[in-house]
């Protein structure tokens, strides 16, 4: 158990909704990221905060978006869904912003599917 | 720019075989190198780092060691088991400005042991 908690563990939606994926860092935490893992893309990082303000963008569409809370947990809002949205989120956290001697944690990942 | 190619799975071995998961990286400047395991239903763990050249990193039998000559990072063990079945991901590490690294993933590697 890494300490990192995601939910839903599962989701499934139709095209055109929005939904919302919550994450939790370990304790004591900072930064936050967010990655999308599918099939033909692989592990694609989206985007971080550290401490509740963004720090740095990845691959992130337009349609989604992110925010990290005063008790720094954090939501992925996706909207707009289409099919190729369907994919494992992951949620990662470390004590400090991205650097070779912080490591990454990883949530156990939220499992969406777009019909 | 930076990427990550690793072979393609999956990789199938006997229980006590020797593995080799090969990597080989495209990146501006000096990267760390990194591999992560996915098991089954969780999310990433760091499994072992390399931060300069001729570094070796090494966990639970598990070897790479940071060739710039080739810019390759390639895994193996020397006799796996069957718990060492999951998803394999090489990873590189570059400053992307000012203090903010960013992260690139290779596709990862399926590797299934059989008793």
């Known amino acids: 158990d890494s300490g990192v908690t995601q939910t839903p563990k599962h989701l499934i939606t139709a095209t055109g909704q929005r939904v919302t994926l919550r994450c939790s860092p370990r304790?004591?935490?900072?930064?936050v990221y967010w990655y999308q893992q599918s099939l033909d893309q692989g592990l694609q990082f989206l985007i971080q905060y550290y401490n509740g303000e963004e720090r740095a963008k990845g691959n992130i569409l337009e349609r989604f978006s992110a925010q990290q809370f005063p008790d720094l947990h954090s939501e992925l809002n996706l909207s707009s869904l289409e099919l190729g949205d369907s994919a494992l989120y992951f949620c990662a956290s470390s004590l400090g912003g991205l650097a070779v001697n912080n490591e990454q944690f990883f949530g156990p990942g939220t499992r969406l599917t777009v019909l | 720019g930076n990427s990550v190619t690793q072979m393609e799975g999956p990789v199938t071995l006997s229980e006590e075989a020797f593995l080799t998961i090969n990597c080989t990286y495209t990146a501006t400047g000096y990267p760390s190198l990194f591999w992560y395991v996915q098991y089954p239903g969780e999310g990433l763990q760091l499994l072992l780092k390399a931060t300069k050249a001729d570094d070796k990193g090494s966990n639970k039998g598990f070897e790479a060691t940071y060739r710039k000559e080739t810019t390759s990072f390639h895994l193996e063990k020397g006799s796996v088991q069957v718990s060492d079945s999951a998803v394999y991901f090489c990873a590189l590490m570059v400053r992307s400005g000012g203090s903010n690294y960013k992260l690139t993933f290779g596709k990862g590697t399926l590797l299934t042991v059989n008793p």
């Open positions: 304790s004591g935490d900072l930064s």
